[in-house]
């Protein structure tokens, strides 16, 4: 019995739509050359969620932990039949609950590819009446990390509200940003003391042996495979595995995920991974995503055993160097050692949440308080910010 109802649930997550006020709403996938140009369109804040992107994620990393399939992309199309946002779901456990969820990689944030034109409000507020006694959606929709400043999330969130839905909100901190400088005199101005310092850690490390960075775009082919592996051993020999932290690089899963998001066309020329070697053993490395004017770093470690080197320091000199060479506007670092960020002049910028929404009914209600109760969550109140 169990299982019959999972399949005609699953038939319902793959089959259901919607249509009104000139606006459609289905699971039939997008192609991938129209998703690239709705991400194109967008803000920096959902550029990155091109195709390659989601479905690597889910080839990748489903089922794993709490997460399981399957991975849909919800369309939404305007009256002339164009694709004007693509959300992402799949299905995640929260405690005793399982939410459908927002599909993707923990960082930068997860939600809607949606432009910014005026079309927006009505693609949010169609996606809201899909959800309208839809049954697989009984127990709530989870989104997150969200960043407070995503616009598309903020308008969701009030459709949603409007149509009776409630919302939980829960700060997980803020990302640290860089305001990049304009030019290379600028940075020096800025941050003289920590420039001076890297370059004499790199002139160390060059007296005592030999000193290598190498900066790598996936479409270096079988370099881009060989440095994913150098950064992989690096992460094997950092804090992660000794303070059980999240591997981005090293296993299985992860190393599949590396591999199929390359042959995104987009991704390609978006992922830049920096290995610096220090006498031909990779010792530091930082993983960067660019979407508009923003630089991402996704990830930077060091092997402990050249932790007296500081190759960290001498690595970031780098990628700042070349988000300045890039004309980047900012440098979102995401959450954690702010310590050692803000000695680059990294400062908390937005703030990234967890959200969770319930449908109207006793069952959500529930939900609700149990979420406000044991998980800290607080209720958003209509019209207020994450």
Known sequence: MRT????????????????????????????????????????????????????????????????????????????????????????????????????????????????NRESAAAACSAIANFLVDYTPWRLGLRIGPVSDRDTAISTFAAALQDRGWSICTRKLGNCMIIDVPANKAEFEDRLGGIIKRATYYERRMR?????????????????????????????????????????????????????????????RSSLTLWVL?????????????????????LANLYDERFKAYSTGTVLTFYVISRAIDQRCRWIDWGLGDSGYKKRWLAIPGHGLHDLIAFPPGPIGWICQRIMLKRFGFRAHLNGTTL
């Open 207 to 267: 007296r005592i042996g030999e000193m290598r960075i190498a900066e790598v775009r996936p479409s270096e082919g079988e370099q881009w495979s060989s440095v994913v592996d150098d950064a992989a051993a690096i992460e094997q020999n950092s804090w992660v595995p000794r303070k059980n932290g999240t591997r981005l690089l090293s296993g299985a899963g992860n190393r599949r995920f590396w591999t199929q998001a390359v042959a995104d066309e987009v991704l």
């Open 4 to 115: 019959g109802l999972l399949k005609n649930a699953n038939a319902q997550w793959n089959m259901r739509s919607f249509s009104g006020a000139g606006f459609s709403c289905s699971f039939e996938p997008p192609g991938a050359a129209e998703w690239r140009a709705l991400a194109q369109q967008a803000s920096a804040a959902s550029a990155f969620r091109v195709p390659g992107w989601i479905e690597a994620w889910a080839e990748s990393y489903l089922p794993q932990g709490r997460w399981r399939g399957p991975c849909r992309n919800l369309s939404v199309r305007n009256e002339r039949d164009e694709l004007v946002a693509i959300f992402p779901l799949a299905r995640m456990k929260f405690g005793p609950f399982e939410f459908r969820a927002a599909a993707g990689p923990y960082f930068p944030t997860r939600g809607i590819v949606l432009t």
């Open 277 to 297: 070697y220090f006498d031909g053993i990779p010792a530091s490395f930082s993983l960067t995503l660019d979407a508009g004017e923003t630089k991402f770093i």
